[in-house]
């Protein structure tokens, strides 16, 4: 589904955010992506979301290059990025509506997607209320729904259960769950590593820019902890 290659990507020229990454995402996989604050997690995201440019390598997504053609990339992904800043002005309806005229969903999908969801997330008697009276979690709901909406191929999430109540966390899990017996990948980043262990069949860790681990969750967390994993491999070198 997704194959990462070679990518690396620098802001200044000199310290790479991301260092020569190497992986693969495949159908059905739900994949967790851990590392410390600054890591390169939301960089690496971003790229393949075609939202910044990278300096080398390449990214494909169904056979796809986000590089040469971001279009038909951005037709088949949903990124939710770790801060949900959309249009405050509009209602939420009117916002998902706008996200379904983009995906040029039809109004019967539309309807039902945005009523199965809203209803699911407990936000379907404010979607028309303005935007800018949702708490951060009911506006991440909101995303949330705008993303699944249009039944993509990758979903991408930086941090997604931020925010969210314990209920919706759970239903989230769900989603995902469903979401990769029908062959969707989910690709996301998160500090919650319980999470991580419990959910996703992959994970990597990225240290500084480089994969320092990844694989099968089982087989890296063998006899221990995610986490004891994780403060080991972020340990200062």
Same mark, same amino acid.
């Given at each position: 589904? #997704?194959?990462?290659?070679?990518?690396?990507?620098?802001?200044?020229?000199?310290?790479? =955010?991301?260092?020569?990454?190497?992986?693969?995402?495949?159908?059905?996989?739900?994949?967790?992506?851990?590392?410390?604050?600054?890591?390169?997690?939301?960089?690496? !995201?971003?790229?393949? =979301?075609?939202?910044?440019?990278?300096?080398?390598?390449?990214?494909?997504?169904?056979?796809?290059?986000?590089?040469?053609?971001?279009? +038909?990339?951005?037709? &088949?992904?949903? @990124? &939710?990025?770790?801060?949900?800043?959309? @249009?405050?002005?509009?209602?939420? &309806?009117? %916002?998902? +509506?706008?996200?379904?005229?983009?995906?040029?969903?039809?109004?019967?999908?539309?309807?039902?997607?945005?009523?199965? %969801?809203?209803?699911?997330? +407990?936000?379907?008697?404010?979607?028309?209320?303005?935007?800018?009276? @949702?708490?951060?979690? #009911?506006?991440?709901?909101?995303?949330?729904?705008? =993303?699944?909406?249009?039944?993509?191929?990758?979903?991408? !999430?930086?941090?997604?259960?931020?925010?969210?109540?314990?209920? =919706?966390?759970?239903?989230?899990?769900?989603?995902?769950? +469903? #979401?990769?017996?029908?062959?969707?990948?989910?690709?996301?980043?998160?500090?919650? !590593?319980?999470?991580?262990?419990?959910?996703?069949?992959?994970?990597? &860790?990225?240290?500084?820019?480089?994969?320092?681990?990844?694989?099968?969750?089982?087989?890296?967390?063998?006899?221990?902890?995610?986490?004891?994993?994780? #403060?080991? !491999?972020?340990?200062?070198?």
């Amino acid at each position: 589904m #997704m194959i990462i290659k070679n990518v690396s990507k620098s802001y200044d020229g000199i310290k790479k =955010a991301c260092d020569s990454i190497d992986l693969t995402i495949e159908k059905g996989d739900i994949f967790g992506f851990v590392g410390h604050n600054g890591a390169g997690k939301t960089t690496l !995201l971003k790229s393949i =979301a075609g939202i910044i440019d990278f300096d080398s390598g390449d990214i494909l997504v169904d056979g796809h290059s986000i590089k040469t053609e971001p279009l +038909e990339v951005k037709k &088949i992904i949903s @990124y &939710i990025p770790d801060n949900p800043d959309i @249009y405050e002005s509009l209602t939420g &309806i009117q %916002y998902l +509506e706008f996200i379904s005229d983009v995906f040029k969903i039809d109004l019967d999908q539309r309807k039902r997607e945005i009523d199965k %969801y809203a209803t699911l997330f +407990e936000i379907i008697d404010v979607l028309n209320n303005p935007i800018s009276s @949702y708490s951060h979690g #009911m506006k991440q709901k909101l995303v949330i729904i705008s =993303a699944l909406i249009h039944k993509p191929k990758l979903f991408l !999430l930086d941090e997604p259960f931020v925010g969210l109540d314990p209920k =919706a966390s759970y239903q989230l899990k769900q989603i995902f769950t +469903e #979401m990769c017996n029908q062959g969707v990948s989910i690709f996301f980043s998160t500090h919650v !590593l319980e999470v991580v262990e419990k959910l996703c069949n992959k994970v990597a &860790i990225i240290k500084q820019g480089k994969i320092v681990a990844q694989g099968n969750t089982q087989e890296i967390i063998a006899n221990q902890s995610l986490e004891n994993i994780f #403060m080991e !491999l972020a340990k200062e070198s």
